[in-house]
């Protein structure tokens, strides 16, 4: 079965200052690998995906993340937090050997709510 | 990208009655997926529902509660039956829109409040 962890369930940062915001994931096979956003009362935005190549991916925002497959962690990170990036933010985590049939689901990690203070 | 639009985007139902929740998608897409999201907690997948097939329920899930219908490739709804305050989540549609990348986009949510 495949799982996502995120260890932390809020993330407090200044202004200005980089963020991290960590995800872990178990997969029986090679795994496809997301994270998204949630503003208040709105349905979930993509921000940025691992499929394969680069460890180091770039995606909406300025976020990016970097995929350690060693450490099992694709955490999410951006150099410099704005107020406007206080939101709760999911990793995600697909088996790519089970992408087709029965077994494709996404599973979320349990979110983490990031506050961004001025 | 998929625009993804859900109805009604909140509701809020009395014990025992059901309320169906409708997804439409500006696209044909062949996997569209049910989730409940309850206060303050992570995203659950209710069932998979393919065009011309019935949905496959996950565990804990059953037709006779959460029936869903999937008339075409760009449209699904999902009931929820005989409500109770436990059943208040949001409840969110999503579709695949490519298959080789296992991206999934998410409609606003249908905020669900039962008293």
């Known amino acids: 079965a495949q799982s996502v962890a995120q260890p932390e369930d809020q993330v407090n940062v200044a202004e200005g200052n980089p963020l991290t915001v960590k995800c872990t994931y178990s997969?029986?096979?090679?795994?496809?690998l997301f994270w998204y956003v949630q503003y208040p009362n709105r349905g979930l935005q993509f921000l940025l995906k691992y499929i394969t190549g680069d460890n180091l991916v770039k995606g909406s925002y300025g976020f990016e993340a970097e995929f350690n497959k060693s450490q099992t962690s694709f955490h999410l990170k951006k150099p410099s937090a704005l107020v406007s990036d206080s939101a709760l933010y999911f990793c995600?985590?697909?088996?790519?050997?089970?992408?087709?049939?029965?077994?494709?689901?996404?599973?979320f990690g349990t979110g983490t709510q990031l506050k961004v203070e001025l | 990208s998929a625009v993804i639009s859900q109805k009604p985007s909140r509701d809020i139902c009395q014990r025992g009655t059901s309320l169906t929740i409708q997804c439409q998608v500006d696209?044909?897409?062949?996997?569209m997926f049910w989730y409940r999201q309850q206060p303050g907690q992570s995203l659950t997948l209710i069932a998979t529902a393919n065009q011309g097939s019935e949905a496959t329920y996950e565990s804990g899930f059953v037709i006779d509660k959460f029936p869903i219908s999937r008339p075409n490739l760009t449209f699904s709804t999902l009931t929820v039956s005989n409500l109770s305050p436990e059943d208040s989540s949001i409840y969110l549609c999503?579709?695949?829109?490519?298959?080789?990348?296992?991206?999934?986009?998410f409609g606003e949510g249908s905020r669900l409040t039962v008293l």
């Open positions: 997969v029986s096979g090679n795994p496809y």
């Open positions: 995600a985590v697909r088996d790519m050997m089970r992408l087709t049939g029965g077994g494709n689901k996404l599973t």
């Open positions: 999503s579709v695949e829109w490519s298959a080789n990348t296992g991206e999934l986009f």
């Open positions: 696209s044909q897409v062949t996997m």
